[in-house]
């Protein structure tokens, strides 16, 4: 009850008119450069941040927390309308968006189901960050390299599994995805990987051109096979009455936002697991759940779990950085160095010194939350006309995305270069039947496995019983034998009769 009272107060700072002002605000631009590829909420707080200068601490940071968390819901909206999406989490959210919007003619449905989702999820987070946001801290401070690698180890081993039928391919693809994110140089070492003798490669490929070309340009390649067809999205269903819920689809996001916005606030609160790795656990979840739909065809449920999941992380992020001072990402470092220059000390005592402060903050993340799906669900009409444009018309339009998103990212030529060669190995995958997620999960998991497997392994000395020594790795370290047991054991069970065969 002391923590709700709190909550309360904090609402008594929030509501003053120049604190409601910039929330608006912060959610307006938030949403924007969330739908925009290659900006994302790093580059976006980064912008942004010399504009709060002038203002007090509390305001400035209402305003940043605000843009950082609409930010989760914008990066949908190209994932879903043109199948670029906007960050990284975003890019699970393609997998059913997409396809929702044009394969099954629903993308009104489509956008509004994620706006829900997203407001679910991150209704859960801002709630348990409210009422357990310190105690989260400390979870999230028992996982250290070791835990964080056998998490990542269970993570990376699933993906082949995730996506599509075909385990094989994905394994073959997740190896992919590993080989590409190790170019570049070595982090601890500092000799180059994979550099072919060229001085651009030394920094590796840039996640946002390799995403935005992977998914984005090879739809250009194939919406160039079908430039003379025209779109099927009727006008009349362009309208927030055409884009509501049915009740049945209502009930159909609803678990799985709920189970995804706790899943996801947890993830939030580890130190750089991050918002994509939550969409990512969702969806993994999602797939061992009951589906009206099979994943990956226009299914809510995956929609659902992907960005109440990584809008739940946003808010649980917040958890580790105001009680313990320690970012979760390179966004919440961003926000960390605010609150520093503004001459707050995030960290345990940040509650009792500066209680306006924090609990300000905390409560301007339900108004954001609250604005957004607002501003979110009333551009709907506008949003989904996009569809209405012929092929013709919509292949330069891309590709002019493309472009820019790519080289606002690297300001050169070769973010522009590094998109159109990974658009060309999309799209050749795509033809192959070969599913593109799992080398983006892969890409992106990856230096964050390395990172930590090495730091455990110098802390060990080498030595692979770190792995065994704590509850936390242990656990891990027996489901991930469990998954990679199973697919062998998993005959002979159905043999015996302890299992049955999937039916085809």
């Known amino acids: 009850m002391e923590n709700l009272q709190l909550l309360l107060d904090g609402f008594s700072v929030l509501f003053t008119l120049q604190n409601i002002g910039v929330t608006i605000l912060g959610a307006v631009l938030g949403l924007i450069v969330g739908a925009m590829p290659g900006i994302g909420s790093l580059a976006g707080v980064a912008l942004l941040l010399p504009l709060t200068f002038k203002f007090n601490p509390t305001t400035a940071i209402i305003m940043l927390g605000a843009l950082y968390y609409s930010n989760m819901y914008g990066g949908a909206f190209s994932a879903i309308l043109l199948n670029i999406p906007g960050d990284s989490p975003a890019v699970m959210t393609a997998l059913d968006g997409y396809p929702m919007a044009t394969q099954r003619k629903r993308p009104g449905q489509a956008l509004l189901t994620s706006n829900m989702a997203s407001f679910i999820g991150g209704t859960i987070g801002m709630i348990i960050l409210t009422f357990m946001g310190p105690a989260l801290a400390d979870i999230g401070l028992k996982f250290g390299p070791a835990e964080m690698t056998a998490l990542l180890l269970v993570a990376m081993t699933s993906i082949g599994w995730l996506v599509g ?9 997740t190896m992919l995805g590993i080989l ?11 000799s180059p990987r994979y550099d072919f003798g060229s001085i651009y490669l030394l920094g590796g ?19 160039m096979e079908e430039r003379n067809k025209k779109t099927q999205v009727s006008i009349e269903k362009l309208t927030i009455k055409g884009s509501m819920l049915t009740l049945h689809d209502f009930k159909r996001l609803f678990f799985p936002a709920v ?7 947890f993830v939030g609160v580890l130190p750089g697991a991050g918002a994509t790795t939550a969409a990512f656990m969702g969806y993994a979840a999602q797939k061992s759940f009951k589906n009206e739909e099979p994943l990956g065809t226009g299914a809510i449920e995956g929609i659902a779990a992907c960005e109440a999941a990584n809008n739940g992380a946003a808010a649980g992020a917040f958890a580790p950085l105001l009680a313990l001072g320690i970012p979760g990402s390179g966004t919440g470092a961003v926000l960390l160095g605010g609150l520093m220059m ?8 940040l509650f009792t010194n500066s209680p306006d402060f924090a609990w300000g903050l905390i409560a301007s993340l339900f108004l954001a939350n609250i604005v957004t799906l607002v501003i979110a669900w009333g551009v709907i009409p506008f ?11 919509m292949i330069p339009i891309i ?22 060669l990974s658009g060309v190995m999309g799209y050749v995958l795509t033809k192959c039947e070969y599913q593109t997620a799992p080398v983006l999960l892969a890409f992106v998991l990856a230096p964050l496995l390395e990172s930590n497997m090495r730091k455990a392994f110098i ?23 469990a998954i990679m047991v199973f697919p062998v054991v998993r005959p002979l069970l159905i043999r015996l009769g302890l299992m049955k065969r999937k039916a085809s």
């Open 165 to 173: 039928e075909n385990p094989t391919k994905g394994l073959l693809l």
């Open 180 to 190: 590409l994110a190790s170019m570049g140089m070595d982090t601890l070492s500092g």
């Open 205 to 223: 490929i840039p996640f946002t051109p390799f995403v935005i070309g992977v998914v984005g340009f090879a739809q250009v390649i194939k919406l």
């Open 259 to 265: 189970r995804s916005g706790f899943m996801g606030t």
């Open 342 to 349: 503004w001459g707050l000390n995030p960290g345990p005592l």
């Open 383 to 393: 949003l989904i006309k996009i569809l209405s444009v012929p092929t013709k018309l």
């Open 399 to 420: 590709t002019v995305v493309c472009v820019v998103g790519s080289y606002s990212t690297s300001n050169s030529m070769y973010g522009v270069l590094i998109m159109f």
């Open 459 to 481: 802390i060990s000395q080498g030595s692979l019983d770190i792995f065994f020594q704590k509850p936390i790795s242990l656990v891990f370290i027996i489901i991930l034998i």
